[in-house]
């Protein structure tokens, strides 16, 4: 028959290729980042300002509606949608790679382009898994303190002198860690693989997900690294975000040039 008859079936596209990498790449991409960061401060500033606003923002809400203990939590909480702030720091690094200068109009128009598609599903992820978060937070309060949680006048001397409070530290960390480490393997490559490429967000996340199953010790020693870094950025009231996040935005993108071919 002749070959109009039988349409060619339009070809599969193939997922992104996953490359090995070592701790030298790291300290490459880290370094790459931190010359970006170098090059148009005023962009990482501006990013890592709003992040840290945000985070002020949650706090202070938590303090005026008397929800104290839910502090760290929200604190631990706020990291996750770092990756999705992070986007515009994303577009710097690409458009320094591609030799352009980055002004404001392109890197926002670059961001307000993606609006509708993919990496807005995958923000909604983010966004997904922080109410998610925030829901065994309560769970655990419910499970070790009962429904009414506990006041916030005790609620220091409660969780480190009583059973409750110690046990309620010890699985909420280890539910935490599973749940970090989750968020962590879908995000780390998706947001850079989506704002470079064509693919929908679920082929990204899994390209996330195999690139930390083929890198384990790289990938996790970032991810030790990422939360070393936060944590301490986040101490003196979240100001030190304004730093922290676009040098590790910045670097997010060259790993990701390392590990996705």
Do not use: K
């Not at 807005?120 to 303190?145: C, D, G, H, K």
């Not at 970032?222 to 986040?234: R, S, T, Y």
């Not at 996040?245 to 993108?253: R, S």
């Amino acid at each position: 028959m002749s070959e109009e008859a039988h349409p060619t079936a339009p070809a599969l596209r193939r997922e992104p290729a996953i490359r090995r990498i070592r701790r030298a790449d790291l300290v490459d991409a880290f370094a790459a980042g931190l010359r970006d960061f170098q090059a148009h401060p005023a962009f990482g500033l501006f990013f890592g300002g709003v992040y840290a606003l945000g985070g002020v923002a949650i706090l202070a809400c938590a303090f005026l509606w008397d929800l104290v203990y839910l502090v760290y939590p929200l604190a631990s909480g706020f990291v996750l949608i770092g990756p999705f702030v992070a986007v515009g720091l994303y577009e710097v690094s690409r458009m320094r790679e591609q030799g352009q200068a980055p002004t404001l109009s392109a890197v926002f128009g670059a961001i307000w382009a993606q609006g509708g598609r993919e990496l807005s599903w995958m923000a909604f992820v983010t966004i997904f898994l922080f109410i998610i978060w925030m829901y065994q937070v309560r769970l655990l309060i419910a499970l070790f303190f009962g429904l009414h949680g506990m006041p916030a006048g005790t609620f220091p001397g409660v969780l480190f002198t009583t059973p409750e409070g110690l046990g309620f530290l010890a699985v909420g960390h280890a539910v935490g860690a599973v749940l970090a480490l989750v968020t962590f393997s879908i995000t780390v490559v998706s947001f850079p693989l989506l704002l470079d490429r064509e693919v929908d967000f679920v082929t990204a996340m899994i390209t996330s997900v195999r690139a930390v199953a083929s890198n384990p010790a790289a990938m996790l020693g970032w991810a030790l690294c990422v939360v070393l870094l936060l944590f301490v950025a986040a101490l003196p009231a979240f100001l030190g975000l304004i730093v922290v996040l676009p040098v590790l935005g910045h670097t997010t993108w060259h790993l990701y040039r390392r590990v996705v071919g």
